[in-house]
């Protein structure tokens, strides 16, 4: 079986677009758009938020001469007046693309969902708040990506939308509709940066008596946040708004077990026109000044099949025999040294997925960092930390025997920056599971993405004139991924309804 997270495949390359998770009784269900036909939203469960399989498909393309007949687009999963409702983006044949409307499915059970058309949906972008046909100066209406969202008594659906007035590529807002017994009533947007063409996917949530507004970004592939005391507004932003590292997007926020799961999709090479897979999620959290962060996953310390100790690791070999390196395993950890050049610190793990922990000090102005993936030519992915600046970074590194002329494969997949401590120690979590790689860096996820270049049972430490301490390590096994199609058996999925 092969260890896609969650991707296209068969006999036409299909992906993953927009996603929406909703958990109910224990299963996380999983609806997400089909690239590039958008003719129906797919379903997908799990019992984890890893392993996905899918079901019968949610929702398909209207009949000719629907409003929907065209495309669907992203969708919400909520419950609203004792029943399953299915909000959505549907664009129709006749208006050529320039109009999106919001519709709504309904269920009982999640599984079979029925389209309502009454006095409410579908509805569109409409004067005086929003752009429509008479102020339209793109020449297409964005009103799509519905958020569901109740709040004291309150029902409001936040859409991706576009201010009536600002200059064309800074229109970008977040709509409020309130839904009303049988009426839908249009509010000013609850944010209205006057920065983004787009302001996609919003999501919003309450944490601490503060509500947050996610939001994802086009311009630079980056999911954003916003804050306020009220839901309908003002939102700021701290002068650190990027929640998820770039390539990351669409995210949504779901509160699982008491805890803040945050699941987007990941656009392979950073780009927005290749290929998009879903990632484990992520937690939330929130720091003393109502910041948020990103946290590892609780489940993956569930999923640890076995613990292996520092004082029981494979002694590094050193595999570039470089003359000036040096390593001393200690009472209290590993010293690793290396004067000139570069010595990379290799072993081989038990496991091709595993989480890798431990504590790390450098002495001195030189250069480290982990490796993993990593084979005995040392073609792998490098993780280097400037411990001076807090910056980390991932990258994939090693020959290219195709080309003789550009030997070499030499990419920067992934950066972000960190806190430093003033005793330039940090602890890190490096999480490798299938193709997903995951850094924490002193308990926050720094750097998150799928990347399918290498496949090796190598990891280690390397240095570049420095000296590095390594002490309470630990490598801890993970079981194998399995395939979206794979077999989950214990997985419920009758939806004993409402």
Known sequence: SSNIMYAGAGYSEWEIGDIDVFQYQGVYHLFHLIIPNHDY?????????????????????????????DMLWTMHAAIYRHKFHLFYTGLSLRDKGIMQRVGVATSDDLMQWDKVTDEQFPVQSEAPYYEDLNNNPRQWLSFRDPFFYSDKDRDFLFVC????????????????????????????????????????????????????????????IKVRYWFSKELLGEYHSFHSDVLLPKGNYAARVVKDNGHWLIFNFYFMGNTVNIKRVLPPPKQLDV????????????????????????????????????????????????????????ELFHMISPTSSFIWEG?????????????????????????????????????????????????????????NLYKVNDDLTFDFRLIRYGHYFELSVNGVVRLTLIDYTFSASGFGLYSSSSEIYLNKSRLKALPEPISEYASLDNVDVSGNGL
């Open 161 to 220: 939308a576009r201010a009536a007035e600002g200059p064309m590529s800074r229109r970008g807002c977040v709509a409020a509709l309130e839904l009303i017994d049988d009426q839908i009533v249009s509010h000013p947007p609850i944010l209205y940066p006057r920065m983004y063409d787009d302001v996609e996917c919003p999501c919003v949530f309450k944490i601490n008596d503060i509500y947050y507004l996610l939001g994802s970004i086009r311009e630079d």
């Open 359 to 415: 504590k790390i000090r450098v002495v001195g102005l030189g250069k480290c960092g982990l490796m993993c993936d990593l084979d005995e030519e040392g073609n792998g992915y490098f993780i280097p930390f400037d411990v001076v600046n807090g910056y980390v970074s991932i990258r994939v590194w090693g020959s290219n025997p195709q080309n003789p002329k550009e030997d070499f494969i030499f990419t920067d997949l992934q950066s």
């Open 287 to 342: 720091d003393a000044n109502g910041r948020l962060f990103l946290k590892s996953y609780y489940r993956w310390d569930m999923m640890v099949l076995s613990i292996l100790e520092q004082s029981d690791f494979p002694v590094p070999r050193k595999l570039l025999e470089n003359p000036t390196s040096e390593l001393k395993i200690l009472e209290e950890g590993w010293m690793l040294q290396n004067r000139s050049g570069y």
């Open 41 to 69: 939203i797919a379903h997908a469960i799990s019992s984890d938020g890893i392993s996905w399989k899918r079901v019968n498909n949610a929702l398909f393309v209207g009949h000719p001469g629907a409003w929907d007949d």
